[in-house]
C-alpha cells in the first residue's frame, strides 16, 4: 500500500526504465536507484513562494523526450511537501521535496521527489527506494523491462482516489490539520 492508502501490483523493474511524467505524458528515463532514500526529478528556475500561508515551489522540468527526442520544457507548480538536506562529495544541498504523478508500466504512483537541477545527470529522474518500495523488485541485470501504458483516464482516476484519501486523512472534527514542513537528512549516493 502507498502513503496515499492505495494499493498497486507489484512490478519486476530493470535498473533503467522508461516511464511517464505525468499529467503530460512525456516519456523519460528512469534510473532505478536502491541507494538513494528519496526519489529526485530534474528541475530548474525553482521559484519558492507562499500560497494560502503554505510554502509551494513553481519550477520547469526541461527533458529529452525518449520516444521522440525533442527537449519538452514542462511548468509545475507544487506544495513543499517537505524539505531534505542531502549530503553528497560535493557537500551538502538542501531542497524542496513535491509529490508528483509517473507511469511505470501499467500503473500510475504519486511520490515524493527532491527537486535538482540533474542537468549533468544521464538521467533526469532517479527513483529511490520510498518509491521502490511501492513499485516493486529491481533485476539489476536487466534495463527497460517495463513499457509505460497508463492513460489519462487511469491517471485522473488514481489522482482523484488519492486526492479523496488525502482529503479524508486530513479532516478532524471538519477542519484540515496543518501540515509542518518537515526536514530530514539524508545521504547521497553519487551517479
Known sequence: MDEAGAYHEQQIVGWIEKG????????????????????????????????????????????KDADTDELVVMQFERPVFRRILVRGAGGSDRRPVVKMSICMGNQV?????????????TYPVLIGRRTIEHIGLIDVSDTFLLKPSCSQQ?????????????????????????QPEQTEEELEAEE
Open 20 to 63: 511517464l511524467i505525468l499529467p503530460e505524458h512525456t516519456a523519460v528515463k528512469i534510473k532505478v536507484d536502491s541507494g538513494a532514500l528519496t526519489s529526485s526529478m530534474h528541475a530548474v528556475n525553482l521559484e519558492s513562494y507562499t500560497h494560502n500561508g503554505k510554502p509551494w515551489v513553481r519550477y520547469e522540468v526541461p527533458v
Open 109 to 121: 504512483y504519486e511520490e515524493q521527489f527532491s527537486l535538482r537541477d540533474r542537468g549533468d545527470m
Open 154 to 178: 487511469e491517471h485522473e482516476d488514481e489522482r482523484d482516489k488519492q486526492q479523496r484519501m488525502r482529503d479524508d486523512e486530513s479532516m478532524v472534527d471538519g477542519s484540515a490539520i496543518d
